[in-house]
């Protein structure tokens, strides 16, 4: 007997190998090659056999799955398109004696979807030789035996089928038997009488040939005892005993009784029974009682790896004599095998963009079970946007139902559920984990729609004004926002001059100190931009209102100090208390309480005869003047603002209790020895002027009345503003705030101190002013008396 793995090479080097490629109807393959074959050996080139170029199969991820088994015996080369061997395929072990083994593997495509059912016929090669049970047969035999009898052999076994089987046996030449063989049995058939005196025992050598190239065989000794007559062989009750089990039996359950008789007596009538040649798989299967022919189960029965069993069953008398019987066992199938759920694909993760009816994974579902039982329907769990779509054979598309947003739902954990439809039927689960990538679908959102920002004038540069916030759901750098100002003009400068915006953290700071009195509020607009690609954005306006500080001290427009001179108005001898004499008018460039004036007198040379408006800066007097009083009076006057803590400017009035120029002792005594001339050339030139304004007014006014009987009466109002000299350059004029009101009306003052005088018409929103005749207006002749009156003084 040879080595069987020795002797497998051999065929197999000597083999001519062959490849048989056929196009099947609906685009399934056939490749028929020898078992035995090498690992990495070519089986075909499944890429050029289904048309498909070789650069695809890498991208449409091309693989082989084995149908029916867990084990990998082929696979495709991505490279070439071939498809090879990963291990030794043994017919014998997949197909048995089957007389055509055909394994189905699974070609898989995707994108899009398509699978392509290959074929393999393995061939068998010669590489099992025939063997028998045993290496020695005991065999006795009565000398009374007749020419003729027969007595059966064992026959020999060999896995391999067809011509490679057992062809025929052959006896090992002697002078009793001759060998009779037909296709159920092996048998000896005594060709000559035997004889015990003259040869008690008998040894011979059987051999089976098998029909490979080159052929194969196996031997059996064959020790023959002569003895008394045993005429009478066992005769089973049946040549063929077929029984039906079920899979999974448990141990000691019966398969089937077998039963021969012998004719003979006593000890050449008692029959035992064995097994025949049984095969290594099958030897742990099932055993016989050798008295009662009971065969039991005493190992594991399963369907998927075996139908049918085939066994021979031996009966044998006392003295020797056989029969032999077959015992065909049919293994029904059970519902014993949950459905197997396989993901062949599965893109992981999926974008939060695709389209609805995308194919995302791909699912293969298996269960080894036959007809009902092998029937498989596939579910998902409810509540997520995908569903399974049956495909090819035992294939399911996973596709999206809906729109994924990632923002919503980031992970979904999908469990499939497979349920065959046996009875009782079976299940299984399997849960893919499935993320959505993030695309950058969603802008930057401000957490307000405005944003306002409050900061006191004279701020430091760099201080915080607001801070800004935005959120984007997006992930990493989708999600990332960047604050950043958008261009625009404040007054006229760039909006960077005032402002700029931390751009991670959204913190405003302002860039230079700011002045309420030339800059109020104004507005900018902050972007907030994400990372992605392309990046989204959005803007929001945020408000900067700047507030007062009181930084200003109250500006004294009226009387105004011009160098050493000061301010004097004449005061009637006649002025009752409460008569309007003068006024301090002050504006505040401030705003709000910052610019509430308060006017106060803080120091009088008659502190009982004058006194000033708290809020009007009105001077009046308190009580009719007398002939006691002095003459000159001098105020001082204090202006205060009403900010923390408060500003205040103070000026000096000059007031003159006379009803004429020509009562005042300083206008007679002054003398200026060198420059009397001057003085008297413009006291000439100024009596002109009013001489000349008189005349034009008496004029005027006859022309009016002239006027009135043919033409609609003419208003006219003679306000004169206040000199343009007297306001700050920022004053703003705004009624209410306690600063300047539009509207005065005093009459003419005179400057004392200087060479020239001023005149001054204005108008009073106050009605409690002195009558014209108590006032301070005089008419041209009293203003020549007295300029006569400074003449004459000067001649003296």
Not at 17 to 45: A, C, H, W
Not at 688 to 712: A, M, Q
Request: aromatic fraction near 8%.
């Amino acid at each position: 007997m040879r080595d069987k793995g020795s002797s497998a090479l051999g065929p197999i080097v000597c083999y001519t190998f062959f490849i048989i490629t056929i196009r099947l109807v609906y685009g399934d393959l056939s490749y028929s090659f020898p078992e035995e074959m090498k690992p990495q050996s070519v089986i075909g080139n499944i890429a050029k056999d289904i048309g498909l170029d070789i650069k695809a199969l890498s991208s449409r991820k091309a693989r082989v799955d084995l149908v029916g088994t867990r084990k990998r015996y082929s696979d495709i080369n991505l490279n070439t398109g071939d498809l090879i061997t990963l291990e030794r395929f043994d017919r014998e072990s997949l197909c048995g004696k089957k007389p055509s083994c055909v394994v189905m593997v699974d070609l898989l495509l995707e994108n899009p979807l398509e699978l392509h059912r290959v074929n393999l016929h393995i061939q068998d090669v010669n590489d099992n030789a025939p063997r028998f049970k045993n290496n020695l047969i005991d065999m006795e035999i009565s000398e009374s035996a007749d020419k003729g009898n027969r007595f059966s052999i064992e026959e020999a076994h060999d896995a391999d089928i067809g011509q490679n089987a057992v062809q025929k046996y052959s006896l090992q030449q002697n002078d009793y038997f001759i060998l009779a063989v037909d296709s159920n049995r092996v048998e000896l058939v005594l060709e000559n009488n035997l004889d015990r005196e003259k040869q008690k025992e008998i040894n011979l050598l059987l051999t089976a040939l098998d029909g490979g190239s080159p052929q194969r065989s196996g031997t059996v000794a064959i020790h023959i005892t002569v003895l008394d007559a045993n005429d009478n062989a066992p005769v089973f009750s049946q040549t063929v005993y077929k029984a039906s089990l079920p899979e999974n039996s448990p141990k000691d359950t019966v398969v089937v009784h077998v039963s021969a008789a012998d004719a003979d007596e006593g000890v050449n009538g008692d029959v035992t029974y064995d097994f025949g040649h049984v095969s290594d798989d099958d030897v742990h299967i099932f055993a016989i009682d050798p008295k009662t022919g009971e065969i039991k189960v005493t190992g594991g029965i399963d369907f998927e790896d075996r139908s049918s069993f085939e066994i021979r069953v031996k009966a044998k008398d006392g003295l020797g004599l056989t029969s032999y019987a077959k015992v065909v066992v049919d293994v029904t199938d059970m519902n014993d095998n949950e459905p197997l759920i396989d993901v062949k694909s599965l893109s992981n993760p999926v974008p939060e963009n695709i389209s609805p009816g995308t194919e995302v994974g791909i699912i293969n579902v298996q269960d080894r079970d036959s007809q009902s039982n092998g029937q498989v329907l596939c579910s998902l769990q409810q509540g997520v946007p995908f569903k399974l779509v049956p495909s090819i054979k035992n294939y399911y598309s996973l596709v999206s139902t809906g729109q994924l947003d990632r923002e919503v739902v980031s992970d979904y954990n999908i469990t499939i559920t497979a349920t065959d439809e046996g009875s009782p039927p079976l299940s299984s689960s399997k849960s893919v984990q499935l993320s959505v990538a993030d695309i950058n679908d969603n802008p930057p959102v401000f957490e307000e729609e405005s944003y306002s920002a409050y900061v006191s004038e004279n701020n430091k540069a760099g201080s915080t004004l607001c801070s800004v916030a935005a959120r984007d759901p997006d992930w990493r750098q989708n999600g990332t926002v960047i604050y950043s100002l958008l261009a625009g003009e404040v007054n006229g400068a760039p909006v960077s001059s005032y402002v700029s915006v931390n751009g991670d953290t959204g913190v405003i700071h302002a860039v230079r100190s700011f002045d309420y009195e030339q800059l109020r509020s104004f507005k900018v607009q902050v972007m907030a931009r994400d990372n992605g690609s392309p990046p989204l954005s959005s803007n929001v306006t945020v408000s900067v209102f700047i507030s007062d500080v009181n930084d200003n001290a109250p500006q004294i427009l009226y009387p105004a100090p011009e160098g050493n001179s000061f301010m004097t108005e004449l005061v009637p001898k006649a002025a009752h208390g409460g008569s309007l004499v003068s006024k301090v008018i002050a504006v505040d460039a401030d705003s709000g309480q910052n610019a509430w004036l308060s006017y106060q007198i803080v120091k009088s040379t008659d502190p009982g005869l004058f006194t000033i408006g708290v809020h009007s800066g009105e001077i009046r007097t308190q009580r009719d003047i007398s002939e006691s009083d002095s003459m000159k009076q001098n105020l001082i006057v204090s202006v205060k603002d009403n900010g923390q803590p408060s500003l205040s400017a103070t000026c000096s009035m000059y007031l003159l209790i006379s009803d004429n120029l020509a009562e005042v002792p300083e206008l007679k005594d002054i003398s200026y020895d060198e420059k009397n001339s001057k003085l008297t050339s413009y006291l000439i030139i100024a009596l002109v002027s009013v001489s000349t304004f008189f005349l034009t007014f008496i004029i005027i006014i006859l022309g009016v009345r002239f006027c009135r009987r043919r033409k609609p009466r003419l208003l006219f109002d003679g306000a004169v503003a206040i000199p343009g000299a007297y306001l700050p350059p920022n004053y703003a004029d705004v009624d209410g705030t306690g600063t300047l009101r539009s509207t005065y009306n005093y009459d003419a003052y005179l400057t004392t101190g200087s060479r020239t005088s001023d005149f001054k018409f204005v108008s009073s929103y106050n009605d409690n002013t002195l009558p014209a005749d108590q006032t301070l207006r005089k008419s041209p002749s009293d203003f020549a008396d007295a300029f006569g009156d400074l003449d004459s003084s000067d001649e003296v």
